[in-house]
């Protein structure tokens, strides 16, 4: 009989250590999550033309690019179109239709005059031109530094602030 009570002891045992270490163990019943890859497209030595019914209105050159979550990312960027004769930076993104320039950017623009500095951005909702860094500026002869500038692509005038610059006339007094 002893025997029996013993056996029934350990089963009572067991079945009150089973039920406590059930109520320990927290089970979900949840998906598994995968990391998707986010590169939605890669391009090697790109070029990108844009063209209206008769022209090729502009040019687009890169050497990387990549769009990933509806941005674009572009390095060694070359652009020509509009009044720009070419415009070079080592990096550029969209986000939405704002284009940002980054590292050594550099505009020459079909009249002639060239513009240097590190950072800038193109809005294409409204059409203006922003330098948000310092900048050099060479129109013909003359040299002009700024702070920032802001560039009406439509209206073609530009703003820009704490401006030193040395113009020259052409002419003789």
């Known amino acids: 009989m002893l ?33 998707t890859f986010s590169k939605e497209i890669e391009i090697f030595n790109s070029i990108t033309k844009e ?3 008769t022209d090729v209105t ?18 060694q960027v070359k652009y020509r179109g509009n009044s720009a004769k070419e415009l070079t930076a080592e990096s550029g993104h969209t986000i939405n239709k704002m284009f940002y320039l980054d ?22 909702n409204i059409n203006f031109f922003y330098v948000t860094s310092p900048f050099t500026g060479y129109i013909n002869d003359s040299v002009i530094k700024g702070s920032n500038l802001k560039y009406d692509v439509d209206n073609k005038i530009a703003t820009a602030h704490n401006i030193n610059a040395v113009f020259y006339t052409g002419k003789e007094r």
């Open 3 to 35: 025997k029996y009570i013993k056996i029934e002891l350990l089963s009572f045992v067991m079945i009150l250590l089973m039920l406590a270490i059930s109520y320990l163990v927290k089970v979900k019943n949840e998906t598994a999550t995968y990391n």
């Open 51 to 53: 063209v209206n019914a």
């Open 58 to 75: 502009s040019l687009l050159y890169s050497d990387y690019s990549v769009r990933q979550k509806g941005d674009l990312i572009l390095t």
């Open 103 to 124: 590292k050594n950017v550099n505009l020459l623009q079909e009249n002639g005059y060239r513009y240097k500095a590190e950072h800038a951005l193109y809005d294409q």
